[in-house]
């Protein structure tokens, strides 16, 4: 007999940002109860899957009681006595069902938590760990990506890039990764008012967000603060960033108020091109506008020898979009997050395609989080490589760095921090090796 949905139940909980967001629990027939809660973004492209939100006078409309009720009705009904063990059935019910192409009617939060939920009651009902349920062939734990200054829309816009992380893949194991990884943090801090530089709180995703006079002080401030902690730039830890450039793109112009300038596409992309020169800056992340296909492009020919040229609001986790990529040469990594497209199906289908065609896949967080570490257990299975989960501060980021020591620690799994330069960039040295 297989296990199927008993029931489902969903409820309005509050995120990291204090803004609601949902539970999701399930219940199989053999008793087994779980629970999952869904991420939810500030810097969302124009082409994801779209949050179902009240509109009403409560929580300023963004209230998720509508997409709860969603759960508790149409959905439970349509699931119960469903077999659990077959994902891709559930996920493509959840798809028919809403028979939206955005999952608009229903609401991507709602369909995703219903996904995620049924996954993590089956590997509770067959006591396995998640990643083991989600395996898509050899789990192995992913190298972090982590950010340590914010910019953008997550700290208030003081300058115009996202996120300036660290990728510190130079270490035998994840747990020394997270270690150097803290002292970097700290040094950052360290520097940050060392030199009077005003800190305007920990910004969205747990890193500093200084009030810098440029966004390339970012990139000097980063690598003097991995200089400082006593590693090595670029054979230790390199530099990652996330322009998410849609976010101050105008009519073919790219804004940077914080330095009164304004750059053309071909402009950005000379800038960054410099930078990979300048800095051990290994991955770009949105470094162009979501819908310029030629100057993405132009970009991965530019750089993808030496550089990730990574998509997140460009791909949207979207297969289409990832496969039009691919077509077309554009990028040659894609930002897995899962509700941008609401399905976990969906999801591993863009880990597949991107495996399939040499891209790299890094598994992330939202801006919004919650405490659920669901997302270390798939990057783990899904093999992917690469994770991006915020700043080691705030616990709805560490539930998922603290999952990934465990996972290290009980479960023995690979971490291969030293192959990174040499499997992600190909041609690029790798001079720790
Ligand atoms: P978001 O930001 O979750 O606010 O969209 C994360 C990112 O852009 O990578
Ligand atoms: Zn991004």
């Given at each position: 007999?297989?296990?199927?949905?008993?029931?489902?139940?969903?409820?309005?909980?509050?995120?990291?940002?204090?803004?609601?967001?949902?539970?999701?629990?399930?219940?199989?027939?053999?008793?087994?109860?779980?629970?999952?809660?869904?991420?939810?973004?500030?810097?969302?492209?124009?082409?994801?899957?779209?949050?179902?939100?009240?509109?009403?006078?409560?929580?300023?409309?963004?209230?998720?009681?509508?997409?709860?009720?969603?759960?508790?009705?149409?959905?439970?009904?349509?699931?119960?006595?469903?077999?659990?063990?077959?994902?891709?059935?559930?996920?493509?019910?959840?798809?028919?069902?809403?028979?939206?192409?955005?999952?608009?009617?229903?609401?991507?939060?709602?369909?995703?938590?219903?996904?995620?939920?049924?996954?993590?009651?089956?590997?509770?009902?067959?006591?396995?760990?998640?990643?083991?349920?989600?395996?898509?062939?050899?789990?192995?734990?992913?190298?972090?990506?982590?950010?340590?200054?914010?910019?953008?829309?997550?700290?208030?816009?003081?300058?115009?890039?996202?996120?300036?992380?660290?990728?510190?893949?130079?270490?035998?194991?994840?747990?020394?990764?997270?270690?150097?990884?803290?002292?970097?943090?700290?040094?950052?801090?360290?520097?940050?008012?060392?030199?009077?530089?005003?800190?305007?709180?920990?910004?969205?995703?747990?890193?500093?967000?200084?009030?810098?006079?440029?966004?390339r002080d970012a990139l000097a401030l980063l690598t003097n603060a991995i200089n400082d902690a006593g590693f090595e730039p670029g054979a230790q830890v390199s530099i990652a960033i996330d322009v998410a450039s849609s976010h101050f793109y105008r009519q073919g112009i790219y804004e940077l108020r914080s330095e009164r300038r304004s750059l053309s596409s071909a402009g950005l992309a000379a800038l960054l091109t410099d930078w990979t020169r300048q800095f051990p800056l290994v991955s770009i992340e949105d470094g162009l506008f979501e819908d310029d296909w030629p100057g993405w492009r132009t970009l991965t020919d530019k750089l993808s020898a030496t550089t990730q040229i990574l998509g997140d609001d460009f791909f949207t986790t979207n297969p289409a979009r990832l496969r039009r990529g691919i077509e077309e040469g554009c990028a040659n990594a894609v930002l897995v997050k899962m509700n941008q497209i609401g399905t976990l199906t969906e999801t591993f289908e863009v880990c597949r395609i991107a495996r399939e065609n040499g891209y790299a896949a890094v598994v992330s967080a939202r801006s919004g989080e919650t405490e659920d570490s669901f997302l270390a257990d798939l990057a783990t299975a899904t093999g992917a490589g690469q994770i991006k989960i915020g700043s080691i501060t705030r616990s709805e980021r560490l539930a998922k760095y603290n999952r990934l020591l465990e996972l290290e620690s009980r479960h023995g799994l690979p971490w291969q921090g030293r192959r990174f330069l040499g499997e992600i960039l190909g041609r690029r040295a790798t001079p720790s090796n």
């Open positions: 007999m297989p296990l199927t949905i008993q029931s489902l139940h969903a409820w309005e909980i509050l995120d990291s940002r204090g803004r609601p967001t949902l539970a999701v629990e399930a219940t199989l027939s053999d008793g087994t109860v779980a629970t999952v809660q869904v991420p939810s973004g500030a810097s969302t492209g124009t082409h994801e899957a779209v949050e179902l939100r009240d509109g009403d006078p409560r929580y300023a409309g963004k209230g998720t009681r509508r997409a709860a009720s969603h759960v508790n009705g149409e959905i439970a009904a349509a699931l119960h006595g469903r077999n659990a063990g077959d994902q891709a059935d559930i996920d493509n019910t959840l798809i028919a069902l809403d028979g939206t192409p955005n999952k608009s009617r229903l609401g991507a939060n709602a369909i995703l938590g219903v996904s995620c939920a049924v996954a993590r009651a089956l590997s509770a009902a067959r006591r396995q760990p998640l990643f083991e349920t989600l395996s898509l062939g050899a789990p192995r734990l992913p190298v972090p990506m982590i950010n340590i200054l914010s910019g953008g829309l997550h700290a208030g816009a003081n300058i115009e890039f996202q996120d300036f992380l660290i990728i510190p893949h130079g270490f035998d194991s994840f747990a020394e990764a997270l270690e150097a990884t803290v002292k970097i943090h700290g040094v950052a801090g360290q520097i940050v008012r060392r030199d009077g530089y005003t800190l305007t709180g920990v910004a969205d995703e747990g890193g500093w967000g200084p009030l810098l006079p440029s966004n």
